[in-house]
Every structure is written in C-alpha cells, then in structure tokens.
C-alpha cells in the first residue's frame, strides 16, 4: 500500500467535498446571496466588498458565479481532475472571502468561522490547496487515467497488467467515494433540511430583502432625515416587558448575541430603517459597530439624571463621548422628576443639550409628565410618546389604572398593573399629541407584543404619530418594513398634520 498516495488523496477529496458541499447548499438554498456577506466586510478592502454587495447588478452575476465555482473546483478537486488549476482558483476564492472578513480588526463573522488572530480556517485550507499547486504527487484521480493523461509510459517502463488494473481501480475510487458523501448529505438534506449557514459565505439575516415593498419614507427631526419606522433597543438591549414570563429577558439576550444584533442592524439598514433609538448601556454596542462596519446608522440616545450625586448632565456628556446623533430624556425618568415635582431637572437637561448643538427629545409613559411640561413652557424638539389603544386582554380595567404607575409596582391583582400596560390612557395622549407642535415618536406601540403590527402602527400613525419605534428581531425587520409601508400609504383618518 502506498501509504503516501492514499493519505494525499483522502486529503484532497476531503477539501474537495468541502467545497463541493458549499456551493450545492447554497445552489439548492434557491434565494442564497453573498450580498449580507459583502455588504458587512471589515478589513483593508472593505469599500470593495461593500460596494460589490450593495449593487443588485454586480451580485447577479456574482452569486451564481461564486456557486459555479464553489462546485466545479469541489468536482476537480474531488474526482482529481486539473487539480494544480483548481487548486489554484480554490486558493483565489478562498482568499476573497478572507479578505471579506479578515480575522484583524474585530470583524463582525470572524468568530462563526473558527478565527484565532491573523489565522483562520479559510487561510488554513489555503495553505492546504497551497500544497497540492507544488506537489508532484496529487495523488489518486481521474487525471492519471489514459483518457485524461498526456504522459504515455514507453514499453520498457510498462508497469504489469495486475499493477496497471489495480491503479486505475485506485484511480476511480473517488468517483464512488463521492458518491457515498452525496448520499449522506443528500439524506441529511431531506430529513433537516438545507443548510442555510454554511461556510465561508454565511447568509446573513433571517429575511429575504427582496420581499421589501418599495422605500420606506423618511421625515425630519431637528436637522436629522430619519425613516418613519425606527428601531427600538429593547430587544438589543435584553429588556422584555413580559408580564409575568420572567424568563424572557433571558432568552433575548441568548439569541441577540453581538453577533446577532450586529446582523440585524444590517438587515435593518438594508431595508430603509436609518435611526434607533437605545437605551444608555447599549451606546458601547453602536458605537462599535458603527466602527466596524462604516454603518452611518443614526443613534438616538436616552438619557437620564444622576439623582444620587446630583449631577443631572453627566450621562449627557458620556452619550455625546459615545458620537450619538439625538439624545433624548428617558421616559420613566421624565415621569419621575415630574412626579417628584423636580421640573427644572428636566429643562436643566434639554437646555444642555441643546447647547452642546444636538436635537433634544423628551420622553415619557404617563401623558400627564408631558402636559406638566407644556404647562410649564418645557417643549423639547421632540416628543416620544407611548402610543397604543388599550383593546386586548391583558389591558386592566382604566378605572384602576393610576397616573405614573409604569415603571412602579407589579401587582398580582390581574386588575392592576402588572407590566401590562404603557400608554394608561390612549384618548389623552391622542388629545395632547394631536395639539404637539412639535414632532412625536409613538414608541410601545404593540403594547409589548400585546397587538398586531398592522393595528398598531395604523393605530399610531392614524393618531398623530410622525414616527414609530418599534423593537424588532432579525426575522421581523422586512414584514414591519412593509407594514409600515402598507400602512402610510393606505392611511385615512389621520387628523393631525405631519411634523418632520
């Protein structure tokens, strides 16, 4: 036994198969795309990645190239035909996708693909197809049989028949040895499905951007151009307003991993959504994944007083420090300070904002918070309001619910509040948002998952909000895109005029 040979052909068909695997997963993927891929790359050569995948023209022909040649060089490589060539164009291609998300820098897939520093599985199969491009020794393949080689042995140096039988079996063993990984995958395949992660080229995102419905319109707040559906950090940030399923905070935080928040910014981008709005602790994030990626995504930032020390403008600084775009007065603080009668802490905050050049919004779940301010001449450059009708199950009784209460106490008592509610009384928001002068972001818009996308933001948008945010997983993005198109461009009723 050649040991030499058999263990260089079981390594070449290895790899091989490899490649052969990839490019019929995503051939049989039918709506597969490199585009997500492209358009997140990192790295040196980021701006060329980035505009191959933004361009539907260049992807059309990249795509089915990329699975052409996924294929052919798994054909070659495995059944050992013109394996120097293929080899060469595996090294080229593997390349590519190196250099898409190279293993430097904090690329954002570097992780899923087994990545150390400067070293990761793509480079390694590249040294690998490196050997087979200066072996002489390719080992057993169809390029040594008769039909396929140029090489033709004098008589003198004829090997004996037995000899010459037994090497041609030894050279068509691939052709079988494939045979029984296609099978395999092929049964995997109907049993689980087609595999939709694999490799180099990860699809990225749960939903097909082509599903959009069209352009996703866009209004003015302050000098910012913001689309009409914004992202909301809940779900990024790990915060669930689950009632009484305690265990849900837990379980978005194991899905949203950075990597998955990171896929789902750029889904969202793709789709027309260009501002979220976020809670403080999620700045860190954005901040780097705007590093990152070059994303140009506007951030709004909510920020709230430091009461213990008394310092009411630190948190404002620190946002700033972070390269946010609009900084808002948290909700529950707004209605806070307002209850505690602590209203100049408010117009300290927006004064500050505004003077350090930045659009100033002003928060709150309990209409009354707002009222207070408008009464006291405390108009910010925007509102963000919770607005949602109060008609589902969960909703307690109005005569129990009590101004403020959002953010208080959970009661056991189903009716009173129990983290069920956000907007407590729907027709005095509409009163007062209808009266704004200024624009107004409807946010709890679903109620926490209480109502369906296409009320809900029918029932905002109808009520005088100018803007939505809404919290959503990857697998959400394109259906609320579309939705909210559905919806703006179907809308009737609307009473108020559109700011911004």
């Given at each position: 036994m050649n040991w030499k040979k058999l263990i260089i052909t079981v390594f070449r068909i290895a790899i091989g198969w490899h490649?052969?695997?990839?490019?019929?997963?995503?051939?049989?993927?039918g709506n597969w795309s490199a585009s997500g891929y492209l358009s997140s790359s990192t790295g040196p050569l980021s701006g060329f990645y980035q505009w191959m995948g933004g361009s539907e023209s260049i992807m059309a022909v990249v795509d089915p190239l990329n699975i052409s040649a996924l294929i052919l060089i798994g054909l070659a490589l495995s059944l050992g035909l013109v394996v120097r060539f293929s080899s060469f164009c595996g090294i080229v291609l593997l390349l590519l996708y190196y250099f898409a998300h190279p293993p430097f820098g904090g690329s954002l897939l570097a992780g899923s693909e087994g990545s150390l520093y400067i070293v990761n599985k793509n480079?390694?199969?590249?040294?690998?197809?490196?050997?087979?491009?200066?072996?002489?020794?390719?080992g057993w393949g169809l390029y040594a049989m008769p039909v396929f080689s140029k090489e033709k042995k004098s008589e003198t140096t004829a090997e004996p028949e037995g000899n010459s039988r037994r090497d041609a079996l030894k050279n068509l063993a691939a052709i079988p040895a494939l045979g029984v990984l296609g099978l395999g995958a092929f049964r995997e395949t109907q049993k689980f499905g087609i595999d939709t992660l694999s490799g180099a080229t990860?699809?990225?995102?749960?939903a097909s951007?082509?599903?959009?419905?069209?352009?996703?319109?866009?209004?003015?707040i302050g000098d910012h151009e913001i689309s009409r559906l914004v992202a909301g950090g809940n779900l990024i940030g790990g915060w669930a307003h689950s009632r009484d399923l305690h265990y849900v905070p837990s379980l978005f935080r194991a899905y949203n991993t950075e990597k998955k928040i990171f896929e789902t910014?750029?889904?969202?981008?793709?789709?027309?959504?260009?501002?979220?709005?976020?809670?403080?602790?999620?700045?860190?994030?954005?901040?780097k994944y705007k590093k990152l990626t070059g994303s140009k995504i506007k951030v709004i930032s909510q920020v709230a007083p430091d009461m213990e020390n008394k310092d009411y403008l630190v948190n404002i600084d620190k946002a700033i420090d972070f390269g946010v775009d609009?900084?808002?007065i948290?909700?529950?603080?707004?209605?806070?300070?307002?209850r505690d009668h602590k209203l100049d802490v408010i117009e300290e905050m927006l004064d500050h904002i505004r003077k350090q050049g930045y659009t100033a919004g002003l928060?709150?779940?309990?209409?009354?918070?707002?009222?207070?301010?408008?009464?006291a001449g405390i108009i910010p450059d925007y509102y963000m309001k919770t607005m949602h009708h109060d008609n589902y199950w969960s909703a307690h009784p109005r005569e129990n619910r009590v101004p403020f209460e959002v953010d208080g106490k959970n009661y056991p008592d189903h009716n009173k509040f129990h983290n069920n509610i956000f907007c407590l009384f729907p027709d005095r928001t509409v009163e007062f948002v209808e009266r704004a002068k200024v624009p107004v972001m409807g946010f709890k818009v679903l109620a926490a998952g209480a109502i369906q996308p296409e009320d809900g933001f029918n029932w905002a948008f109808k009520n005088g909000a100018d803007f939505i945010c809404v919290g959503m997983f990857d697998f959400q993005v394109v259906n609320d895109v579309n939705i909210t198109i559905d919806t703006l461009n179907n809308l009737q009723g609307r009473r108020r005029e559109w700011f911004g």
């Amino acid at each position: 036994m050649n040991w030499k040979k058999l263990i260089i052909t079981v390594f070449r068909i290895a790899i091989g198969w490899h490649f052969l695997y990839e490019g019929f997963a995503k051939l049989f993927a039918g709506n597969w795309s490199a585009s997500g891929y492209l358009s997140s790359s990192t790295g040196p050569l980021s701006g060329f990645y980035q505009w191959m995948g933004g361009s539907e023209s260049i992807m059309a022909v990249v795509d089915p190239l990329n699975i052409s040649a996924l294929i052919l060089i798994g054909l070659a490589l495995s059944l050992g035909l013109v394996v120097r060539f293929s080899s060469f164009c595996g090294i080229v291609l593997l390349l590519l996708y190196y250099f898409a998300h190279p293993p430097f820098g904090g690329s954002l897939l570097a992780g899923s693909e087994g990545s150390l520093y400067i070293v990761n599985k793509n480079m390694i199969e590249a040294l690998a197809l490196l050997l087979f491009v200066f072996l002489k020794d390719k080992g057993w393949g169809l390029y040594a049989m008769p039909v396929f080689s140029k090489e033709k042995k004098s008589e003198t140096t004829a090997e004996p028949e037995g000899n010459s039988r037994r090497d041609a079996l030894k050279n068509l063993a691939a052709i079988p040895a494939l045979g029984v990984l296609g099978l395999g995958a092929f049964r995997e395949t109907q049993k689980f499905g087609i595999d939709t992660l694999s490799g180099a080229t990860i699809k990225v995102g749960g939903a097909s951007i082509k599903e959009l419905k069209g352009e996703l319109p866009k209004g003015k707040i302050g000098d910012h151009e913001i689309s009409r559906l914004v992202a909301g950090g809940n779900l990024i940030g790990g915060w669930a307003h689950s009632r009484d399923l305690h265990y849900v905070p837990s379980l978005f935080r194991a899905y949203n991993t950075e990597k998955k928040i990171f896929e789902t910014l750029m889904l969202a981008e793709n789709a027309g959504i260009n501002t979220i709005n976020i809670g403080f602790p999620t700045n860190e994030t954005m901040q780097k994944y705007k590093k990152l990626t070059g994303s140009k995504i506007k951030v709004i930032s909510q920020v709230a007083p430091d009461m213990e020390n008394k310092d009411y403008l630190v948190n404002i600084d620190k946002a700033i420090d972070f390269g946010v775009d609009i900084i808002q007065i948290q909700g529950n603080h707004c209605d806070w300070l307002v209850r505690d009668h602590k209203l100049d802490v408010i117009e300290e905050m927006l004064d500050h904002i505004r003077k350090q050049g930045y659009t100033a919004g002003l928060a709150s779940h309990t209409v009354d918070s707002l009222i207070a301010c408008e009464e006291a001449g405390i108009i910010p450059d925007y509102y963000m309001k919770t607005m949602h009708h109060d008609n589902y199950w969960s909703a307690h009784p109005r005569e129990n619910r009590v101004p403020f209460e959002v953010d208080g106490k959970n009661y056991p008592d189903h009716n009173k509040f129990h983290n069920n509610i956000f907007c407590l009384f729907p027709d005095r928001t509409v009163e007062f948002v209808e009266r704004a002068k200024v624009p107004v972001m409807g946010f709890k818009v679903l109620a926490a998952g209480a109502i369906q996308p296409e009320d809900g933001f029918n029932w905002a948008f109808k009520n005088g909000a100018d803007f939505i945010c809404v919290g959503m997983f990857d697998f959400q993005v394109v259906n609320d895109v579309n939705i909210t198109i559905d919806t703006l461009n179907n809308l009737q009723g609307r009473r108020r005029e559109w700011f911004g």
